[in-house]
């Protein structure tokens, strides 16, 4: 979980796939997998917590 959240700020700050794949020593796919997987886990806590609200 530590590394989607690592992969997720980098790209948030404009950092390319590749970059981050270099300097994390990963694969380019296996990050985009991983910006895909952070986006979306997010986005399913965010739906959460409004949904809660109501």
């Given at each position: 979980?530590?590394?989607?959240?690592?992969?997720?700020?980098?790209?948030?700050?404009g950092?390319?796939?590749?970059?981050?794949?270099?300097?994390?020593?990963?694969?380019?796919?296996?990050?985009?997998?991983?910006?895909?997987?952070?986006?979306?886990?997010?986005?399913?806590?965010?739906?959460?917590?409004?949904?809660?609200?109501?």
């Amino acid at each position: 979980m530590r590394a989607w959240a690592t992969v997720l700020a980098r790209r948030e700050h404009g950092d390319s796939l590749a970059a981050i794949a270099q300097d994390l020593g990963m694969k380019p796919e296996t990050v985009k997998t991983y910006v895909k997987l952070a986006r979306k886990a997010l986005k399913g806590t965010d739906e959460g917590a409004i949904e809660n609200r109501q």
